[in-house]
């Protein structure tokens, strides 16, 4: 059970002092244990030689018991005339300290029984006297021993209280080390949340700055603003800077627009609807072919001064310059006229690459006389014979034999077949159907723009 107390004690103690404590203390019980077996043994002889010599007295030999009345006692001897002498050992060895105390205890009580026998030892043999001057000897050797082995036992203390210190020294080093660690981890967790909080104020910028350029760029107008007045000798952009500069005479000029800064001529209509006009298309005799290819829509054909296609890229220049009006101009062959307007009128205005992207067409607010026949076409793109940019499974234009924003198909075929009023083919010749339906070809058609009243001044 010493074992087991011991190691008991030892839980919870690191287990290099729990061992050092456990194999050293139980060195020293083992020699204390043997010493005072040791002690007992010579006591016991010597009492008992002593005795043997005082025999022929009266008194009678003394009784020596073990451990019987006094507990933990090992032995105890018990003299004639009552006296006792208890030799204690604690099995369990629980306090070297306590141990130490009994064990000089036993060395006093010898001491004191050789002492009370000193008279006696006087009158016994010088033999007997030598004999135990030795065992006195011996005993204060083993006393010796026994302190040498308190003040080993009480330097191995000492060293585990300074290991017990260093261990303590140990900790505290390793808390600092854990705080410091911790420490320098707030800090990195500090350095990634303001990285982080960087990274996140730089997308918020990044996306109010693509929102602004969004705005931007919405509210930029499509087509340049324009001038205010061409008095001053700037070149003219249309037939209206023109007509502004005084021209007042039907005929040819020469227009340059923004972003056709070579310039080209125009025929310009100086007298309709307050004049200043630019005309882009004209039927009236048929003696242009307007069943032709992409190629020619787009850079134009025919005779400014007589039937014409402006061309797809010149009514484009002028059309992004600003916001334009669309006035078509008809006549049949009984020499009735009408007109449509549109408020509104534009090729490809929001395309990139206008060409590639077939000149669609924007078209709005209709008003006049022959009715609407274009508003179903806002938003096609341009269909030539060998283009087809329609919503038909066949080509309009190759159907039709003509060139249009054709959806699938038709309700206006300007560029028609000049088939001269009423014809049995169906929708191929110059049709406007909500003015002469699908089969009749019109005698005259002049399609013209103008900057938009809410743009002229
Ligand atoms: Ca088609």
């Not at 006696?120 to 021993?145: I, P």
């Not at 209709?366 to 030539?384: I, P, Q, R, V, W």
């Amino acid at each position: 059970n010493v074992q087991d107390r011991w190691e008991s004690e030892a839980n919870g103690l690191p287990f290099s002092k729990g061992l050092s404590r456990m194999s050293c203390g139980y060195l020293l019980c083992t020699i204390l244990l043997f010493v005072a077996v040791l002690l007992a043994v010579t006591v016991t002889g010597t009492i008992l030689f002593m005795n043997h010599y005082h025999a022929p007295v009266t008194e009678g030999p003394p009784l020596i018991n073990t451990n019987q009345d006094e507990k933990n006692a090992l032995v105890t001897i018990e003299k004639v005339d009552g006296s006792r002498i208890n030799i204690f050992i604690d099995p369990n060895c629980p306090d070297y300290n306590n141990n130490f105390l009994r064990l000089e205890g036993v060395q006093t009580s010898l001491l004191h029984s050789l002492t009370d026998h000193d008279m006696d030892l006087k009158s016994v043999k010088g033999q007997d006297r030598a004999l135990l001057v030795n065992l006195a000897e011996e005993v204060a050797k083993l006393s010796a021993h026994a302190g040498q082995l308190k003040m080993d036992y009480e330097a191995l203390r000492r060293g585990q209280g300074t290991l017990g210190q260093d261990l303590n020294t140990l900790q505290t080093e390793q808390g600092r080390l854990i705080q410091l660690l911790s420490e320098s981890q707030i800090n990195m967790v500090k350095v990634v949340n303001s990285v982080s909080d960087a990274l996140n104020s730089m997308q918020k910028e990044q996306g109010v700055l693509k929102t602004r350029v969004k705005a931007d760029l919405q509210r930029a107008p499509v087509r340049g603003l324009r001038p205010k007045s061409c008095n001053n000798g700037s070149r003219p952009k249309d037939c209206y800077d023109i007509y502004m500069n005084g021209q007042r005479e039907d005929g040819i000029y020469s227009v340059f627009p923004t972003h056709y800064p070579s310039g080209f001529q125009v025929f310009c209509d100086m007298t309709t609807d307050g004049g200043g006009w630019t005309v882009f298309q004209r039927r009236e005799d048929g003696s242009v072919n307007f069943f032709r290819g992409w190629e020619a829509y787009r850079e134009g054909f025919g005779k400014i001064t007589g039937e014409h296609w402006l061309g797809m890229k010149r009514i484009h220049a002028l059309t992004i310059q600003a916001n334009y009006e669309l006035r078509i101009d008809l006549e049949d062959f009984e020499n009735s006229t009408a007109f449509a307007h549109y408020g509104t009128f534009g090729v490809g205005l929001f395309s990139v690459d206008p060409d590639e992207d077939g000149y669609p067409l924007t078209i709005a607010d209709y008003s006049g006389t022959a009715g609407d026949s274009l508003l179903k076409h806002n938003g096609m793109k341009f269909t030539t014979k060998d283009q087809d940019n329609d919503h038909s499974e066949n080509n309009c234009a190759s159907f039709y034999h003509g060139a249009w924003w054709y959806r699938n198909c038709h309700t206006s075929n300007l560029n028609g077949q000049y088939l001269k009023g009423h014809h049995t083919s169906y929708a191929d010749g110059i049709e406007w159907s909500s003015w002469t339906g699908w089969q009749y070809s019109l005698k005259y058609s002049e399609m013209k723009i103008r900057p938009n009243k809410d743009d002229k001044k």
